[in-house]
């Protein structure tokens, strides 16, 4: 098949393209490398790498030229305080130029357009745990999640009477090898780098806030599965397990066999304090359910650390 990936250079975009390249699919890749990385894609196969934003002119033709039978829509201004300090960017990156990429794919023969959403940031602040797809909160808190939710009741009505069927993804927060260790998110990679160094990691606020932390390979096989299913979906990813930072954070000493505490300090405007994801839809839509504890996965952190 004919795949079109953007942000394929990134840390969930480069697990993506390395297993669809063991099944022999050719693929167009985008990705600006501000935070994905060219060496990320340091792998075998039948690939096309462009090295620019997939919604600039010449990418949207290179697109049309394409012709797509799968789009995975990975590609996102992804900071939540990016998005509170420079909200006109982030709309720019996370529902302008997706919109232009959905009108190209319209008049393609693409057949499934899979978005990877923000289960932590779409929902708000949750009264419900763990959040079910139908639990929306009034409005997110950070203009990153109103842009992520705008944009998924925007592919909803523009796909609608189309060919085009989608699989919109609410992930939890992701973490695994090749997430980068020194950015604001992928609290888990931070950590690790942290003790690995011998140096205190930072908790904002006073590290009760909680999440549902996901192994990438885990994400892989759900968007993946979504792919090659004919209908369309809104569905949570994540494992329903709620960890807090503070626990985190405990579980990376034991491993390390540190003894140096965290640093704490002011919490961060937009930032959730509960964050865990119901996944029994997608179990039941997909046939899929997440394979790594956050002990297995994390262990795959330390050691590509290390390496």
């Keep these: ?46 690939f096309k790498f462009i090295n620019d934003d997939f919604g600039s002119e010449n990418s949207l033709e290179e697109i ?10 990975l590609a996102a201004q992804s900071s939540v305080v990016v998005s509170v300090e420079n909200p006109a960017l982030d709309f720019e990156h996370n529902i302008l130029q997706p919109i232009k990429l959905i009108q190209v794919l319209l008049k393609s023969n693409c057949k499934k357009f899979v978005f990877t959403s923000s289960g ?8 419900t745990i763990p959040t079910a797809e139908e639990d929306y909160a009034d409005e997110p808190e950070s203009p990153y999640g109103v842009a992520k939710k705008r ?4 592919i909803k009505i ?7 069927k989608y699989s919109i993804l609410n992930l939890s927060n992701v973490y695994g090898p090749r997430q980068d260790p020194y ?21 904002y606020g006073d590290g009760e806030q909680t999440r549902d932390y996901i192994y990438v390979k885990d994400v892989v096989s759900a968007l993946i599965k979504a792919s090659l299913i004919e ?5 949570n990813i994540g494992t329903g397990v709620e960890t807090s930072v503070n626990d985190l954070a405990n579980s990376m000493k034991i491993q390390f066999n540190s003894q140096i505490n ?42 590509w650390l290390r390496t």
């Design 1 to 46: 098949m004919k795949i079109l990936v953007t942000g394929g250079a990134g840390f969930i975009g480069s697990h993506l393209v390395e297993e669809l390249l063991s099944n022999e699919n050719e693929i167009l890749i985008f990705d600006n490398c501000l935070t994905g990385k060219k060496e990320n894609l340091d792998i075998k196969g039948n």
């Design 64 to 73: 049309e030229r394409f012709n797509p039978d799968i789009c995975f829509h």
């Design 120 to 127: 932590g940031t779409i929902f708000g602040e949750p009264t």
């Design 151 to 154: 944009l998924n009741e925007l």
């Design 158 to 164: 523009m796909t609608k009477s189309s060919n085009l």
């Design 183 to 203: 950015g604001e998110a992928g609290v888990v990679s931070i950590f690790a780098k942290k003790y690995l160094n011998n140096e205190e990691p930072t908790v």
């Design 231 to 235: 209908e369309n979906h809104f569905l």
């Design 262 to 303: 965290p640093i704490y300090k002011p919490a961060r405007e937009g930032e959730l304090k509960r964050s865990v994801l119901n996944n029994t839809k997608a179990k039941e839509d997909l046939d899929w359910k997440p394979e790594y504890s956050l002990d297995s996965g994390m262990k795959e952190v330390f050691n």
